[in-house]
């Protein structure tokens, strides 16, 4: 059973930072890809941003130069720096990652997000 598991998030006032964190556990014989999503109350999950197993790392526009998404291959882990936050980007943060099981399947996994909260 995998499991990918979110810690980090928080409530801060705007202009301040959090990083993200998010651990995998199970069965794992590779990751390719890595990433960040987010929704917010009455809106769409929208992708922060993704990270390839050789670094190649892509943003959404709005988080471009405040943002840094980095990733720990050995310990299957990914990270998402989070800085000069704005109230706009509160919301539920979830990581996900494309994961190799024991039959040489890639399954697109979840985690169950963690709570960010920008005050004003």
């Known amino acids: 059973q995998v499991q990918l598991v979110e810690s980090g998030g928080g409530l801060v006032q705007a202009g301040g930072s959090l990083r993200l964190s998010c651990a995998t556990s199970?069965?794992?014989?590779?990751?390719?890809?890595m990433g960040w999503y987010r929704q917010a109350p009455g809106k769409q999950r929208e992708l922060v941003a993704t990270?390839?197993?050789?670094?190649?790392?892509c943003y959404a526009d709005f988080v471009k130069g405040r943002f840094t998404i980095s990733r720990d291959n050995a310990n299957d882990t990914v990270y998402l720096q989070m800085n000069s936050l704005k109230p706009e980007d509160t919301a539920v943060y979830l990581c996900?990652?494309?994961?190799?099981?024991?039959?040489?399947?890639?399954?697109?996994?979840w985690g169950q997000g963690t709570q960010v909260t920008v005050s004003s």
């Open positions: 990270i390839t197993s050789g670094g190649s790392t």
């Open positions: 199970g069965r794992i014989f590779g990751i390719t890809s």
């Open positions: 996900t990652g494309n994961i190799r099981g024991l039959y040489n399947d890639y399954i697109d996994y």
